[in-house]
Protein backbone atom coordinates (compact mmCIF):
# COMPACT_ATOMS: atom_id res chain seq x y z
CA UNK A 1 0.00 0.00 0.00
CA UNK A 2 2.89 2.42 0.29
CA UNK A 3 4.08 1.77 -2.66
CA UNK A 4 0.34 2.79 -3.76
CA UNK A 5 0.95 5.60 -2.88
CA UNK A 6 4.02 6.88 -4.02
CA UNK A 7 3.14 5.99 -6.90
CA UNK A 8 -0.03 8.52 -6.16
CA UNK A 9 2.46 11.37 -5.34
CA UNK A 10 4.33 11.12 -8.69
CA UNK A 11 1.49 10.88 -10.57
CA UNK A 12 0.14 14.06 -8.93
CA UNK A 13 3.94 15.66 -9.38
CA UNK A 14 3.83 15.05 -13.37
CA UNK A 15 0.23 16.46 -13.23
CA UNK A 16 1.93 20.01 -10.96
CA UNK A 17 4.21 20.09 -13.78
CA UNK A 18 1.99 20.10 -17.03
CA UNK A 19 -0.26 22.67 -15.41
CA UNK A 20 -2.80 20.77 -13.28
CA UNK A 21 -2.21 23.00 -10.33
CA UNK A 22 -5.26 22.07 -8.29
CA UNK A 23 -4.65 18.31 -9.05
CA UNK A 24 -5.00 15.89 -5.97
CA UNK A 25 -6.28 12.72 -4.36
CA UNK A 26 -9.64 12.79 -4.36
CA UNK A 27 -10.38 9.85 -2.90
CA UNK A 28 -9.05 6.49 -1.65
CA UNK A 29 -10.46 2.88 -0.81
CA UNK A 30 -8.16 -0.20 0.75
CA UNK A 31 -9.24 -4.05 1.34
CA UNK A 32 -7.29 -6.89 2.63
CA UNK A 33 -5.23 -6.94 -0.61
CA UNK A 34 -5.23 -3.72 -2.39
CA UNK A 35 -5.36 -0.04 -2.46
CA UNK A 36 -7.83 2.40 -4.76
CA UNK A 37 -6.56 6.08 -4.88
CA UNK A 38 -8.74 8.41 -6.87
CA UNK A 39 -7.03 11.14 -8.25
CA UNK A 40 -8.87 14.77 -9.25
CA UNK A 41 -6.68 16.31 -12.37
CA UNK A 42 -8.26 19.76 -12.32
CA UNK A 43 -8.31 22.56 -14.79
CA UNK A 44 -4.97 23.37 -16.51
CA UNK A 45 -3.44 26.17 -15.58
CA UNK A 46 -0.63 28.70 -16.73
CA UNK A 47 1.21 31.26 -14.87
CA UNK A 48 1.02 34.40 -16.61
CA UNK A 49 2.57 36.87 -13.88
CA UNK A 50 5.39 35.12 -11.22
CA UNK A 51 6.27 37.80 -8.36
CA UNK A 52 9.61 36.87 -7.16
CA UNK A 53 10.38 40.03 -5.43
CA UNK A 54 12.44 39.83 -2.57
CA UNK A 55 14.91 36.95 -4.11
CA UNK A 56 17.94 38.17 -5.50
CA UNK A 57 18.68 37.53 -9.04
CA UNK A 58 21.44 35.29 -9.19
CA UNK A 59 19.08 32.67 -7.70
CA UNK A 60 16.41 32.90 -10.12
CA UNK A 61 16.81 31.18 -13.83
CA UNK A 62 18.62 32.63 -16.55
CA UNK A 63 15.76 31.79 -18.51
CA UNK A 64 13.18 33.31 -16.48
CA UNK A 65 15.30 36.55 -16.41
CA UNK A 66 15.52 36.99 -19.88
CA UNK A 67 11.99 35.96 -20.69
CA UNK A 68 10.77 38.93 -17.98
CA UNK A 69 9.42 39.00 -15.06
CA UNK A 70 6.24 39.56 -16.65
CA UNK A 71 6.00 37.33 -19.74
CA UNK A 72 3.85 34.33 -19.62
CA UNK A 73 5.15 31.18 -18.61
CA UNK A 74 5.18 27.20 -19.28
CA UNK A 75 3.26 24.99 -17.49
CA UNK A 76 6.06 24.00 -15.07
CA UNK A 77 7.74 27.07 -15.18
CA UNK A 78 6.51 27.87 -11.63
CA UNK A 79 8.19 24.44 -10.16
CA UNK A 80 11.28 25.36 -12.29
CA UNK A 81 12.06 28.89 -10.76
CA UNK A 82 11.12 27.20 -7.40
CA UNK A 83 13.54 23.85 -7.70
CA UNK A 84 16.28 26.81 -8.32
CA UNK A 85 15.80 28.68 -5.57
CA UNK A 86 15.75 25.89 -3.05
CA UNK A 87 18.82 24.70 -5.09
CA UNK A 88 20.84 27.76 -4.44
CA UNK A 89 19.61 27.98 -0.69
CA UNK A 90 20.65 24.24 0.23
CA UNK A 91 24.57 25.49 -1.72
CA UNK A 92 24.65 28.89 0.42
CA UNK A 93 24.30 27.53 3.85
CA UNK A 94 20.50 27.07 4.54
CA UNK A 95 19.73 23.38 3.96
CA UNK A 96 16.02 23.68 5.54
CA UNK A 97 15.03 26.33 3.53
CA UNK A 98 11.18 26.29 1.85
CA UNK A 99 9.54 27.90 -1.01
CA UNK A 100 5.85 28.69 -1.26
CA UNK A 101 3.24 30.17 -3.65
CA UNK A 102 0.85 32.37 -2.42
CA UNK A 103 -1.07 35.79 -3.22
CA UNK A 104 -2.80 33.24 -6.13
CA UNK A 105 -5.25 35.03 -7.94
CA UNK A 106 -6.55 33.20 -11.18
CA UNK A 107 -8.45 35.10 -14.57
CA UNK A 108 -9.28 31.98 -16.57
CA UNK A 109 -6.62 29.63 -17.70
CA UNK A 110 -4.35 32.13 -16.10
CA UNK A 111 -2.43 32.43 -12.55
CA UNK A 112 -1.08 35.69 -10.84
CA UNK A 113 1.05 34.52 -8.08
CA UNK A 114 4.00 34.97 -5.78
CA UNK A 115 7.06 33.08 -4.92
CA UNK A 116 7.97 33.52 -1.16
CA UNK A 117 11.24 32.13 0.33
CA UNK A 118 11.59 30.80 4.02
CA UNK A 119 15.53 31.00 3.91
CA UNK A 120 15.24 28.97 7.16
CA UNK A 121 18.51 29.24 9.51
CA UNK A 122 22.73 29.74 8.60
CA UNK A 123 24.80 26.76 8.45
CA UNK A 124 28.52 26.60 8.24
CA UNK A 125 30.92 23.50 8.76
CA UNK A 126 32.28 23.07 11.88
CA UNK A 127 34.22 19.67 12.87
CA UNK A 128 35.03 15.81 11.46
CA UNK A 129 35.12 13.24 13.74
CA UNK A 130 37.07 9.92 12.45
CA UNK A 131 35.24 6.74 14.07
CA UNK A 132 37.76 3.54 13.52
CA UNK A 133 41.21 3.11 12.95
CA UNK A 134 42.11 4.86 9.33
CA UNK A 135 45.37 6.55 9.97
CA UNK A 136 44.36 9.72 8.70
CA UNK A 137 44.25 13.69 9.66
CA UNK A 138 40.90 15.32 9.81
CA UNK A 139 42.57 18.43 8.46
CA UNK A 140 43.16 16.49 5.50
CA UNK A 141 39.87 15.17 5.26
CA UNK A 142 38.14 18.61 5.70
CA UNK A 143 40.77 19.73 2.23
CA UNK A 144 39.88 17.00 0.44
CA UNK A 145 35.98 16.64 1.00
CA UNK A 146 36.15 20.95 0.81
CA UNK A 147 34.27 20.64 3.96
CA UNK A 148 36.25 23.16 6.13
CA UNK A 149 35.28 24.77 9.00
CA UNK A 150 33.65 27.59 8.73
CA UNK A 151 32.56 27.32 5.12
CA UNK A 152 28.64 27.48 3.84
CA UNK A 153 26.75 24.57 3.81
CA UNK A 154 26.80 23.22 0.53
CA UNK A 155 24.30 20.13 -0.52
CA UNK A 156 26.33 19.17 -3.71
CA UNK A 157 29.63 18.97 -1.44
CA UNK A 158 27.51 16.71 0.98
CA UNK A 159 26.36 14.72 -1.75
CA UNK A 160 29.78 13.27 -3.12
CA UNK A 161 31.27 12.67 -0.13
CA UNK A 162 30.78 9.07 -0.36
CA UNK A 163 32.03 8.89 -3.99
CA UNK A 164 35.22 10.61 -3.29
CA UNK A 165 36.17 8.65 0.31
CA UNK A 166 35.46 5.67 -1.91
CA UNK A 167 38.57 7.08 -3.98
CA UNK A 168 41.15 7.35 -1.36
CA UNK A 169 43.48 4.15 -1.45
CA UNK A 170 44.34 4.28 1.59
CA UNK A 171 40.69 4.25 3.70
CA UNK A 172 38.07 2.28 3.38
CA UNK A 173 34.37 3.28 4.20
CA UNK A 174 32.45 1.12 6.72
CA UNK A 175 29.14 2.54 6.63
CA UNK A 176 27.62 5.72 5.90
CA UNK A 177 28.80 9.00 7.15
CA UNK A 178 26.33 11.11 9.78
CA UNK A 179 25.79 14.67 9.71
CA UNK A 180 24.56 16.72 12.47
CA UNK A 181 22.82 19.96 12.18
CA UNK A 182 22.99 22.47 15.56
CA UNK A 183 23.47 26.05 16.80
CA UNK A 184 24.31 26.63 13.27
CA UNK A 185 27.07 24.32 12.95
CA UNK A 186 27.26 21.21 11.04
CA UNK A 187 29.58 18.52 12.48
CA UNK A 188 30.68 15.49 10.52
CA UNK A 189 31.05 12.14 11.75
CA UNK A 190 33.33 9.37 9.11
CA UNK A 191 33.53 5.78 9.72
CA UNK A 192 37.14 4.80 8.24
CA UNK A 193 39.11 1.83 8.81
CA UNK A 194 42.88 2.00 7.55
CA UNK A 195 43.65 0.03 4.02
CA UNK A 196 46.61 -0.60 3.12
CA UNK A 197 47.58 1.09 0.42
CA UNK A 198 51.82 1.55 0.08
CA UNK A 199 52.28 -1.19 -2.34
CA UNK A 200 55.18 -2.72 -3.54
CA UNK A 201 55.26 -4.50 -6.66
CA UNK A 202 56.35 -6.55 -9.91
CA UNK A 203 55.72 -7.83 -13.18
CA UNK A 204 57.70 -10.42 -15.20
CA UNK A 205 57.31 -11.14 -18.97
CA UNK A 206 58.04 -13.73 -20.97
CA UNK A 207 58.86 -13.65 -24.59
CA UNK A 208 61.02 -15.18 -27.09
CA UNK A 209 64.16 -12.69 -27.63
CA UNK A 210 63.04 -11.36 -31.25
CA UNK A 211 67.01 -9.81 -31.10
CA UNK A 212 68.49 -13.66 -30.61
CA UNK A 213 69.64 -16.13 -33.17
CA UNK A 214 68.78 -19.07 -31.06
CA UNK A 215 65.41 -17.71 -30.09
CA UNK A 216 66.09 -17.52 -26.77
CA UNK A 217 63.98 -16.58 -23.67
CA UNK A 218 63.92 -12.59 -23.37
CA UNK A 219 63.09 -12.08 -19.69
CA UNK A 220 61.60 -8.37 -18.70
CA UNK A 221 60.10 -6.76 -15.72
CA UNK A 222 59.14 -4.25 -13.26
CA UNK A 223 59.24 -2.94 -9.95
CA UNK A 224 56.73 -0.10 -8.53
CA UNK A 225 56.91 0.88 -4.86
CA UNK A 226 54.39 3.53 -4.01
CA UNK A 227 54.21 5.31 -0.75
CA UNK A 228 50.84 7.28 -0.26
CA UNK A 229 49.67 9.19 3.06
CA UNK A 230 52.95 10.06 4.27
CA UNK A 231 52.62 12.79 7.57
CA UNK A 232 49.14 11.28 7.32
CA UNK A 233 48.60 14.55 4.87
CA UNK A 234 48.12 12.27 1.53
CA UNK A 235 51.72 13.16 0.62
CA UNK A 236 53.01 10.38 -2.10
CA UNK A 237 55.96 8.97 -3.43
CA UNK A 238 56.78 6.53 -6.11
CA UNK A 239 59.77 5.42 -7.58
CA UNK A 240 59.08 2.83 -11.01
CA UNK A 241 61.60 0.43 -12.25
CA UNK A 242 61.72 -1.39 -15.38
CA UNK A 243 63.61 -3.80 -17.83
CA UNK A 244 62.71 -4.16 -21.31
CA UNK A 245 64.11 -5.25 -24.35
CA UNK A 246 67.72 -6.28 -24.28
CA UNK A 247 69.94 -4.00 -22.11
CA UNK A 248 67.44 -1.32 -21.66
CA UNK A 249 66.05 -0.10 -18.56
CA UNK A 250 63.98 2.60 -17.41
CA UNK A 251 63.92 4.46 -13.82
CA UNK A 252 60.85 6.67 -13.07
CA UNK A 253 60.78 8.50 -9.36
CA UNK A 254 58.22 11.25 -8.52
CA UNK A 255 56.48 12.78 -5.50
CA UNK A 256 53.00 15.24 -4.59
CA UNK A 257 52.15 17.57 -1.81
CA UNK A 258 48.45 18.57 -1.86
CA UNK A 259 47.09 21.16 -0.21
CA UNK A 260 50.24 23.56 0.17
CA UNK A 261 49.70 26.12 3.05
CA UNK A 262 46.09 25.08 3.26
CA UNK A 263 45.05 25.87 -0.12
CA UNK A 264 43.71 23.74 -3.67
CA UNK A 265 47.46 24.38 -4.50
CA UNK A 266 49.58 20.96 -4.84
CA UNK A 267 53.30 21.00 -6.05
CA UNK A 268 54.93 17.86 -7.69
CA UNK A 269 58.40 16.80 -9.07
CA UNK A 270 59.49 13.61 -11.16
CA UNK A 271 62.87 12.15 -12.68
CA UNK A 272 62.73 10.18 -15.03
CA UNK A 273 65.77 8.31 -17.01
CA UNK A 274 65.90 5.87 -19.80
CA UNK A 275 68.77 4.09 -21.04
CA UNK A 276 67.88 1.92 -24.38
CA UNK A 277 70.18 -0.60 -24.92
CA UNK A 278 73.74 0.66 -26.09
CA UNK A 279 72.27 3.74 -28.01
CA UNK A 280 71.32 6.66 -26.04
CA UNK A 281 70.55 7.70 -22.28
CA UNK A 282 67.62 10.23 -21.79
CA UNK A 283 67.25 12.49 -18.40
CA UNK A 284 63.95 14.19 -17.78
CA UNK A 285 63.00 15.79 -14.85
CA UNK A 286 59.89 18.07 -14.34
CA UNK A 287 58.32 20.44 -11.47
CA UNK A 288 55.13 21.12 -11.43
CA UNK A 289 52.02 23.10 -9.28
CA UNK A 290 48.34 21.66 -9.70
CA UNK A 291 44.82 23.60 -8.97
CA UNK A 292 43.06 20.29 -6.81
CA UNK A 293 39.56 20.81 -8.36
CA UNK A 294 37.75 18.03 -6.46
CA UNK A 295 38.97 14.68 -4.65
CA UNK A 296 42.34 13.48 -6.96
CA UNK A 297 40.81 16.08 -9.60
CA UNK A 298 43.68 18.64 -10.81
CA UNK A 299 44.67 20.94 -13.05
CA UNK A 300 48.27 21.36 -13.37
CA UNK A 301 51.09 23.37 -15.15
CA UNK A 302 54.52 22.26 -15.07
CA UNK A 303 58.37 23.01 -16.12
CA UNK A 304 60.04 20.25 -17.63
CA UNK A 305 64.05 19.85 -18.93
CA UNK A 306 65.01 16.81 -20.83
CA UNK A 307 68.49 16.19 -22.33
CA UNK A 308 70.24 13.04 -24.21
CA UNK A 309 73.28 11.79 -23.86
CA UNK A 310 74.72 9.25 -26.51
CA UNK A 311 76.55 5.90 -25.39
CA UNK A 312 77.75 5.26 -28.90
CA UNK A 313 77.61 7.18 -31.70
CA UNK A 314 76.78 6.19 -35.35
CA UNK A 315 79.73 8.05 -37.71
CA UNK A 316 79.53 5.24 -40.23
CA UNK A 317 75.37 6.27 -41.04
CA UNK A 318 77.08 9.99 -41.79
CA UNK A 319 79.86 9.23 -43.73
CA UNK A 320 77.07 7.34 -46.51
CA UNK A 321 74.18 9.21 -46.28
CA UNK A 322 75.60 12.89 -44.86
CA UNK A 323 72.15 13.28 -42.29
CA UNK A 324 72.21 13.30 -38.89
CA UNK A 325 71.99 9.54 -36.62
CA UNK A 326 68.86 8.24 -35.92
CA UNK A 327 69.94 9.03 -32.30
CA UNK A 328 72.11 12.15 -31.57
CA UNK A 329 72.02 14.71 -28.15
CA UNK A 330 69.45 17.44 -27.77
CA UNK A 331 68.17 19.12 -24.96
CA UNK A 332 64.73 20.47 -24.60
CA UNK A 333 62.97 22.78 -22.10
CA UNK A 334 59.30 22.87 -22.21
CA UNK A 335 56.24 24.37 -20.19
CA UNK A 336 52.99 22.54 -20.22
CA UNK A 337 49.10 22.10 -18.73
CA UNK A 338 47.73 19.08 -18.23
CA UNK A 339 44.48 17.54 -16.45
CA UNK A 340 42.83 14.44 -14.60
CA UNK A 341 39.50 13.92 -13.96
CA UNK A 342 38.52 10.69 -12.05
CA UNK A 343 34.64 9.83 -12.39
CA UNK A 344 35.17 6.42 -11.28
CA UNK A 345 33.09 4.38 -9.44
CA UNK A 346 35.61 2.82 -7.57
CA UNK A 347 38.78 3.22 -8.73
CA UNK A 348 40.82 -0.28 -8.00
CA UNK A 349 38.39 -2.28 -9.88
CA UNK A 350 35.59 0.18 -11.62
CA UNK A 351 32.45 -0.96 -12.84
CA UNK A 352 30.96 2.41 -13.99
CA UNK A 353 32.29 5.65 -14.93
CA UNK A 354 35.01 7.03 -16.80
CA UNK A 355 38.38 8.29 -16.30
CA UNK A 356 40.69 11.17 -18.23
CA UNK A 357 44.45 12.34 -18.66
CA UNK A 358 45.37 14.89 -20.98
CA UNK A 359 48.38 16.98 -21.50
CA UNK A 360 50.12 19.51 -24.04
CA UNK A 361 53.16 20.97 -23.67
CA UNK A 362 55.63 23.33 -25.46
CA UNK A 363 59.19 24.40 -25.75
CA UNK A 364 62.66 25.45 -27.33
CA UNK A 365 64.64 22.78 -28.46
CA UNK A 366 68.59 22.65 -29.48
CA UNK A 367 70.54 19.46 -30.38
CA UNK A 368 73.68 19.27 -29.54
CA UNK A 369 77.06 18.76 -31.27
CA UNK A 370 78.56 15.25 -30.32
CA UNK A 371 82.50 15.08 -30.76
CA UNK A 372 82.55 12.30 -32.64
CA UNK A 373 79.74 13.20 -35.16
CA UNK A 374 81.06 16.57 -35.11
CA UNK A 375 84.28 15.54 -36.16
CA UNK A 376 83.27 13.76 -38.95
CA UNK A 377 83.91 16.46 -41.81
CA UNK A 378 83.68 16.52 -45.80
CA UNK A 379 84.77 19.51 -48.26
CA UNK A 380 81.81 21.46 -49.50
CA UNK A 381 81.14 23.13 -52.37
CA UNK A 382 83.26 26.38 -51.22
CA UNK A 383 86.12 24.02 -50.48
CA UNK A 384 85.89 24.58 -46.63
CA UNK A 385 85.54 21.42 -44.07
CA UNK A 386 82.22 21.44 -42.67
CA UNK A 387 80.31 18.75 -40.72
CA UNK A 388 76.78 17.69 -40.46
CA UNK A 389 75.77 20.12 -38.07
CA UNK A 390 76.85 23.05 -40.24
CA UNK A 391 74.02 22.03 -41.96
CA UNK A 392 71.30 22.08 -39.71
CA UNK A 393 69.01 24.73 -38.25
CA UNK A 394 69.81 23.44 -34.31
CA UNK A 395 67.38 25.79 -32.56
CA UNK A 396 64.11 24.97 -33.27
CA UNK A 397 60.28 25.08 -31.48
CA UNK A 398 58.60 21.46 -30.31
CA UNK A 399 55.14 20.65 -29.46
CA UNK A 400 53.66 17.71 -28.45
CA UNK A 401 50.26 16.33 -26.96
CA UNK A 402 49.15 13.33 -25.37
CA UNK A 403 45.97 12.01 -23.93
CA UNK A 404 44.14 8.84 -21.84
CA UNK A 405 40.45 8.17 -21.69
CA UNK A 406 38.49 4.94 -20.17
CA UNK A 407 35.05 4.37 -19.80
CA UNK A 408 33.66 1.51 -18.20
CA UNK A 409 29.93 1.03 -18.62
CA UNK A 410 28.26 -1.57 -16.58
CA UNK A 411 26.45 -4.99 -18.33
CA UNK A 412 24.26 -7.18 -16.03
CA UNK A 413 25.65 -7.50 -12.59
CA UNK A 414 28.88 -8.48 -11.98
CA UNK A 415 30.07 -7.60 -15.42
CA UNK A 416 31.25 -3.94 -17.53
CA UNK A 417 32.93 -3.22 -20.84
CA UNK A 418 36.02 -0.96 -20.74
CA UNK A 419 36.72 1.22 -23.12
CA UNK A 420 39.85 3.16 -23.62
CA UNK A 421 41.38 5.59 -26.13
CA UNK A 422 45.15 7.16 -25.74
CA UNK A 423 47.10 8.43 -28.09
CA UNK A 424 49.95 11.29 -28.58
CA UNK A 425 51.83 12.81 -31.06
CA UNK A 426 55.78 14.79 -31.09
CA UNK A 427 55.54 17.81 -33.66
CA UNK A 428 59.55 18.83 -34.27
CA UNK A 429 61.71 20.21 -36.75
CA UNK A 430 63.85 17.17 -36.38
CA UNK A 431 62.73 13.95 -35.45
CA UNK A 432 65.12 11.49 -33.51
CA UNK A 433 65.05 7.73 -32.11
CA UNK A 434 65.78 9.08 -28.63
CA UNK A 435 62.48 11.29 -29.07
CA UNK A 436 60.46 8.44 -30.17
CA UNK A 437 57.23 7.12 -28.10
CA UNK A 438 57.55 3.57 -26.68
CA UNK A 439 54.42 1.19 -26.25
CA UNK A 440 53.67 -2.38 -25.68
CA UNK A 441 53.77 -4.61 -23.03
CA UNK A 442 51.28 -5.40 -19.75
CA UNK A 443 50.40 -1.32 -19.26
CA UNK A 444 49.96 -0.70 -22.70
CA UNK A 445 49.48 -2.70 -25.61
CA UNK A 446 49.38 -6.15 -24.98
CA UNK A 447 50.71 -8.74 -26.71
CA UNK A 448 53.95 -7.35 -27.43
CA UNK A 449 57.13 -6.78 -26.05
CA UNK A 450 57.41 -4.35 -23.33
CA UNK A 451 58.05 -0.94 -25.16
CA UNK A 452 59.47 -2.53 -28.05
CA UNK A 453 57.11 -0.23 -30.64
CA UNK A 454 58.50 3.32 -31.33
CA UNK A 455 56.84 6.42 -33.17
CA UNK A 456 55.99 9.82 -33.50
CA UNK A 457 52.51 9.92 -33.42
CA UNK A 458 50.85 7.02 -31.64
CA UNK A 459 46.72 6.64 -31.47
CA UNK A 460 45.63 3.40 -29.96
CA UNK A 461 41.59 1.82 -28.32
CA UNK A 462 40.97 -1.13 -26.04
CA UNK A 463 37.69 -3.24 -25.62
CA UNK A 464 37.84 -5.07 -22.95
CA UNK A 465 35.31 -7.24 -21.08
CA UNK A 466 35.68 -7.73 -17.62
CA UNK A 467 33.46 -10.01 -15.15
CA UNK A 468 34.35 -9.02 -11.16
CA UNK A 469 33.91 -12.12 -9.17
CA UNK A 470 34.54 -9.93 -5.93
CA UNK A 471 35.25 -6.41 -5.33
CA UNK A 472 39.14 -6.22 -6.15
CA UNK A 473 38.79 -8.62 -8.45
CA UNK A 474 38.25 -9.76 -12.02
CA UNK A 475 38.01 -11.94 -15.26
CA UNK A 476 38.93 -10.41 -18.60
CA UNK A 477 38.55 -10.57 -22.17
CA UNK A 478 40.99 -7.84 -24.13
CA UNK A 479 41.31 -6.78 -27.91
CA UNK A 480 43.85 -3.93 -28.01
CA UNK A 481 45.66 -1.76 -31.12
CA UNK A 482 47.37 0.81 -31.93
CA UNK A 483 47.89 3.10 -34.94
CA UNK A 484 52.08 4.13 -34.89
CA UNK A 485 54.32 6.86 -37.48
CA UNK A 486 57.80 6.77 -37.38
CA UNK A 487 59.23 9.69 -38.95
CA UNK A 488 63.10 8.22 -37.82
CA UNK A 489 62.89 5.11 -40.08
CA UNK A 490 63.88 5.64 -43.83
CA UNK A 491 61.52 5.67 -45.63
CA UNK A 492 59.21 7.01 -43.50
CA UNK A 493 56.94 4.10 -42.27
CA UNK A 494 53.16 3.61 -40.74
CA UNK A 495 51.97 0.54 -39.12
CA UNK A 496 49.28 -1.18 -37.70
CA UNK A 497 49.42 -3.52 -34.31
CA UNK A 498 46.59 -5.35 -33.02
CA UNK A 499 46.94 -7.84 -29.86
CA UNK A 500 44.18 -9.68 -27.98
CA UNK A 501 43.91 -12.03 -25.43
CA UNK A 502 42.49 -12.99 -21.96
CA UNK A 503 43.97 -12.60 -18.43
CA UNK A 504 42.88 -12.76 -14.41
CA UNK A 505 43.38 -10.59 -11.64
CA UNK A 506 42.97 -12.60 -7.69
CA UNK A 507 43.17 -10.78 -4.55
CA UNK A 508 45.00 -13.31 -1.95
CA UNK A 509 45.07 -11.79 1.19
CA UNK A 510 46.84 -8.27 0.44
CA UNK A 511 48.14 -8.77 -2.65
CA UNK A 512 46.72 -8.70 -5.96
CA UNK A 513 47.70 -11.16 -8.63
CA UNK A 514 47.94 -10.27 -12.26
CA UNK A 515 47.82 -12.64 -15.26
CA UNK A 516 47.55 -12.46 -19.17
CA UNK A 517 48.24 -13.89 -21.91
CA UNK A 518 48.33 -12.32 -25.18
CA UNK A 519 48.90 -12.89 -28.64
CA UNK A 520 50.12 -9.83 -31.18
CA UNK A 521 50.72 -8.84 -34.70
CA UNK A 522 51.57 -5.99 -36.43
CA UNK A 523 51.66 -4.54 -40.39
CA UNK A 524 51.37 -7.57 -42.95
CA UNK A 525 52.73 -10.16 -40.14
CA UNK A 526 49.74 -12.93 -39.44
CA UNK A 527 49.11 -14.12 -35.40
CA UNK A 528 52.68 -16.44 -34.72
CA UNK A 529 51.78 -18.38 -31.90
CA UNK A 530 54.88 -19.25 -30.79
CA UNK A 531 55.58 -15.78 -29.83
CA UNK A 532 52.57 -15.60 -27.04
CA UNK A 533 53.80 -12.98 -24.18
CA UNK A 534 52.88 -14.07 -20.81
CA UNK A 535 52.60 -11.10 -18.35
CA UNK A 536 52.32 -12.19 -14.59
CA UNK A 537 52.50 -9.06 -11.95
CA UNK A 538 52.33 -9.25 -8.04
CA UNK A 539 50.79 -5.79 -6.48
CA UNK A 540 51.67 -6.53 -2.50
CA UNK A 541 50.20 -3.88 -0.70
CA UNK A 542 52.28 -3.09 2.78
Known amino acids: ?38 IYCGRKYRVSYLNTDGIPDDWLPGWFLRKGKGAKLAPDGVWRVAERILDRSENTGRPFASVRIDSVR ?43 KGDLYSENTIRRIQRKLSQLPFVRVTQPSRIFFGEGKVRFHLFLEEKKSD ?60 YVFATNIGVDGD ?94 RRIQRDAKIDAVQWVNEQGSL ?22 FIPMRVKSALMVQATGMQLFAQEVLRNDLYRIGGARSLRGFDERSLEGHLIHGGTLEYRYLFSRDANFHLFGNAAYIENSVRQPYSSDLAYGFGAGVRLQVGTSLLNFDYALGAIGDLGIQFNRAKVHFGVINYL
Open 199 to 258: RFDGIVGFAPNSESVNNELLVTGEVHVELQNLFRRGVGFSTHWRSFLTQSQELDLSAVVP
Open 1 to 38: MVEALEEAQQKLRILWRTGHLSAGIDSTHADSASLHVW
Open 271 to 364: LNLLKLDTSFLNLQSGIGARFILEGTDHVRVYYRSKSTTLITSDTASIRSSRRLPENNPVRVLSYGCDIHLNKLDYRFNPRSGFELSMDANIGS
Open 106 to 148: TEGADIHAAVRLNQGPLYLYDSIEIYGDANVSDRFLSYYLNIR
Open 386 to 407: TSIYDLLDLRSIQFQYQYDLKI
